[in-house]
């Protein structure tokens, strides 16, 4: 069996499905993370690295071989690693273990060494912002709106508590932020895990502020409370507070996460499978953390092909503590789907996927049918009061 043809499809919203087919007519399905691809037609970075490296790796390869084919995508360049590199390798690594569970007749966590669980948490997004500038009036619609995903089943939430901030900024800053997540906890109560996500707005300062603010609602972890360009800073902010420290959806390999285990800097780390180099590198990034007693908690903001291939690593590792997803209950993500069963949830939980590779079915007419919409988007950029480029 070799593989002999592949296509990358865009579709709406911005996501990309990778298609493998085989010699034997096998086809293989994985996602590839969506990287700086802005408006006006611009075409996504990952689209030539994905060409680049099928035509020199993996077409008229065994796709049996799939550590050898990582080693080779990885290693055979010299400059390496990075969004774009590790995007377009995880998408092909999520692909040849779809075809090897297939050809397997299991699902993939079956070859990782079987499931360790038999369902997996997920969370859900609460809108902590919707544009109101009135505190009290935000705090109270994030609260009203955690109340009925508490009312539809979820035991887990999270949400984003603060705007982009100054690196210093006031004390209203730091208020708004504990009113906000306080409104929450006070509406769902003790029983339901709420997570933070600083989405490295936050300066270190303003990273210790901030988690001494909302110590008191007991979240279930902060997330990315520096960019990761100041992970160095972790160490200090992890030691000012008690809440877990979460971070790595902009790590993209088991030596990115290795200079923060070792600091005992981390205790939740969030490797995106369609990121970090596909479920071969995930899986890794797991079992290295599992040894500094570090949870999983993989990033998974994009399709259901990502979120099967997460399911896959989950499923196998024993240190996962949730999933995240933005595709559970959403139609626009089930339309490429020709069985959707996979996005079935009960209360807050997904069943493991039971159909042999990824367990994602696709509906490839439909992907076919909106592939090539443009996908371009506009992220403005994050200014400060004073004029200067501040995160967003």
């Known amino acids: 069996m070799r593989v002999t043809d592949y296509e990358l499809y865009e579709v709406p919203p911005r996501w990309q499905f990778l298609r493998l087919e085989t010699s034997d007519g096998r086809v293989g399905w994985g996602e590839v993370y969506t990287k700086w691809h802005f408006r006006e037609g611009s075409a996504p970075a990952t689209r030539s690295a994905v060409d680049q490296m099928m035509q020199k790796y993996v077409l008229g390869a065994d796709p049996g071989r799939i550590e050898d084919r990582w080693q080779a995508m990885y290693r055979s360049s010299f400059y390496r690693g990075g969004p774009v590199h590790m995007s377009a390798i995880a998408g092909i690594d999520e692909a040849l273990w779809d075809l090897k569970g297939k050809a397997c007749g299991c699902p993939v966590y079956e070859l990782l060494g079987g499931p360790v669980r038999d369902r997996v948490r997920i969370y859900h997004y609460v809108d902590a912002h919707r544009g109101i500038d009135d505190p009290e009036k935000a705090a109270a ?78 979240p279930m972890f902060i997330e990315e409370p520096v960019t990761p360009e100041h992970d160095h800073a972790l160490e200090r902010v992890a030691g000012a507070t008690t809440i877990p420290i979460a971070t790595g959806e902009r790590l993209y390999s088991r030596w990115g996460f290795r200079p923060l285990l070792e600091a005992d800097a981390v205790d939740i780390v969030q490797p995106d499978v369609s990121s970090a180099g596909g479920i071969t590198e995930t899986k890794k990034i797991a079992d290295m953390a599992e040894t500094y007693d570090v949870s999983l908690a993989p990033h998974c903001p994009i399709g259901p092909v990502a979120l099967a291939a997460s399911l896959q690593v989950v499923a196998a590792a024993p240190n996962a503590l949730i999933q995240e997803q933005v595709v559970v209950d959403d139609p626009d993500a089930s339309r490429y789907l020709a069985d959707d069963s996979l996005l079935d949830r009960t209360g807050s939980y997904l069943g493991l996927p039971e159909e042999p590779g990824l367990g994602v079915s696709i509906d490839e007419d439909r992907v076919r049918e909106l592939a090539g919409t443009d996908l371009g988007f506009d992220r403005p950029i994050g200014r400060r009061a004073d004029g200067s480029v501040g995160e967003r």
Do not use: I
């Not at 730091?174 to 936050?202: K, M, Q, S, T």
């Open 141 to 218: 619609a994030a609260a009203s709106e955690a109340e009925g995903y508490v009312e539809e089943g979820y035991t887990a939430l999270k949400l984003v508590p603060t705007g982009g901030l100054e690196p210093v900024d006031a004390p209203a800053a730091v208020e708004r932020a504990r009113a906000v997540v306080g409104a929450v906890r006070e509406a769902v109560g003790p029983e339901v895990d709420v997570a933070l996500d600083f989405h490295g707005r936050a300066s270190k300062a303003m990273a210790r502020r901030l988690a001494d603010a909302v110590e008191a609602f007991d």
